[in-house]
């Protein structure tokens, strides 16, 4: 093998490893009992809420699984933060002009209109749809469920139309991300044919060399750039 193929890139700090791993936990237990309480009257969740011995477990872990989940993404916004005033916060997760000419150039090549799809830098199109439809859906969930779990506060300076609307819009946002996650984001990180049956970047935050070159290959020419 040759030795420079064989070399890994940091993709992933430990911060964001960690982040992700309090992402994944608490949305998992959310999908779980988020779904269990809305289909609440339907025979199949009752004999699946069984398993936690009663509703009132089942709807603890989901308020325990929510905190988790607003401690991450506290814990993200402290750490751009923090990076922003170090100065290394470089600003490739946000959208530019340059993804849209990516689409329609993914678009080209995956129709075999073009024999070359386009070169993507730290982070391609497809991760910043992930990543910004996480942050756009969280503060959404968070709010509402502060709302649904704390009503007679809320009522104290809320009308009564947007408590009630809170409950439609809880829901069907967290249908609608459980629906992104395990389609989108399952098989555009884990179940496409180069990473299955799983990328390992969320456990050991580095990427081979191999993996650079073919995914983002303009990050990759950037870093060798940097170590002359």
Not at 38 to 43: G, L, Q, S, V
Not at 97 to 104: A, E, S, V
Not at 129 to 156: H, R, S
Request: charged share 20%.
């Amino acid at each position: 093998m040759d030795l420079d193929s064989a070399k890994v890139y940091d993709r992933w700090d430990f911060h964001q490893r960690f982040q992700h791993w309090l992402i994944m936990l608490s949305f998992t237990l959310l999908a779980i009992t988020g779904l269990l309480i809305k289909f609440a009257f339907e025979p199949w969740a009752q004999s699946l809420a069984k398993v936690f011995g009663s509703f009132e477990v089942l709807f603890n872990i989901h308020l325990m699984a929510a905190v988790i989940m607003i401690v991450a993404a506290v814990y993200h916004i402290v750490y751009l933060i923090i990076k922003f005033s170090q100065g290394k916060l470089r600003g490739t997760m946000f959208p530019r002009f340059q993804d849209l000419k990516d689409l329609y150039a993914n678009i080209g090549y995956l129709t075999g209109r073009t024999k070359e799809g386009p070169r993507f830098g730290k982070y391609s199109y497809k991760e910043k749809v992930d990543y910004l439809a996480e942050y756009w859906g969280t503060p959404v969930m968070v709010l509402t469920g502060l709302i649904l779990w704390f009503p007679g506060t809320a009522n104290t300076f809320l009308p009564r139309w947007v408590i009630e609307s809170s409950h439609f819009m809880h829901q069907g946002e967290g249908l609608l991300a459980i629906l992104v996650i395990f389609t989108w984001h399952l098989y555009a990180v884990h179940f496409v044919p180069d990473y299955f049956p799983m990328n390992r970047v969320w456990l050991t935050g580095k990427v081979s060399r191999e993996v650079m070159e073919h995914e983002y290959p303009l990050e990759l020419e950037r870093m060798e750039r940097e170590e002359k």
